[in-house]
């Protein structure tokens, strides 16, 4: 088991370039989740999905998209990226309430 | 406005001392804690829980208390060892199974 993984590791993008943040899971688990976390501050919720098809915003969800195509994978599309999406993103996933990470994608946009 | 708060930024305890991390809430809609553990370029991992119809929850060296008349948690570890040195998320819900909350985080350095 894999667990959730997430590519790429590190990311350097120049403001209004685009991305996407892969983010997949081989638990079967219906939700996932992405975060980001700022310096000093907890995670926050960007958008979320509870099962394939379906997604959700979260507390953050400005500047983002995502699409949840299958039980596995949940990207998180960044369009028009600017310095204030400078962050370390992390995605998880659950059968309950108890979430498992992904190691992180680190992003900077200068 | 933080729903869930960690008050202290850091905290620093002796190798076989207890740690104590405290955390505070706001909604009283919350009904499941969870502790996360955060070593540097790692994602969070999952410690323990505590459901509100308990007051105390316990596996091994972690001890998690609730009182939910103060919306208060707290989490301790005895005795604390230099490899428990990481960032302690707590986070909540309001709802088994929904999203969690987290709060800002307390950096524990145990020293030898």
């Known amino acids: 088991n894999a667990g959730v993984t997430q590519t790429p590791k590190f990311r350097i993008l120049k403001i209004g370039q685009s991305m996407t943040l892969q983010c997949a899971q081989d638990?079967?688990?219906?939700?996932m989740y992405w975060y980001r976390q700022d310096p000093g501050m907890g995670l926050k919720l960007i958008y979320y999905?509870?099962?394939?098809?379906?997604?959700d915003k979260g507390e953050v969800p400005n500047g983002y998209n995502v699409s949840r195509s299958t039980t596995e994978d949940f990207p998180l599309r960044l369009e028009l990226a600017a310095p204030s999406q400078t962050s370390v993103y992390f995605c998880?996933?659950?059968?309950?309430?108890?979430?498992?990470f992904g190691p992180g994608t680190r992003l900077t946009v200068t | 406005d933080q729903q869930v708060k960690q008050n202290s930024p850091s905290l620093s305890v002796q190798e076989g001392r207890i740690s104590i991390l405290n955390c505070d809430y706001t909604?009283?809609?919350?009904?499941?804690f969870l502790w996360y553990k955060k070593y540097p370029a790692e994602g969070p991992t999952f410690l323990i829980s505590?459901?509100?119809?308990?007051d105390k929850n316990e596996d091994g060296r972690f001890t998690v208390f609730l009182n939910k008349s103060a919306k208060h948690l707290s989490l301790h570890i005895v005795p604390s060892q230099p490899g428990d040195s990481a960032v302690y998320f707590c986070?909540?819900?309001?709802?088994?199974?929904?999203?969690?909350?987290f709060g800002a985080g307390t950096i524990l350095r145990v020293k030898s």
């Open positions: 998880a996933s659950s059968s309950g309430t108890k979430q498992y």
């Open positions: 638990m079967n688990h219906n939700y």
């Open positions: 999905s509870v099962g394939a098809g379906i997604t």
């Open positions: 909604n009283s809609m919350f009904d499941y």
């Open positions: 505590i459901s509100s119809i308990k």
């Open positions: 986070a909540a819900s309001a709802e088994y199974g929904n999203k969690l909350v």
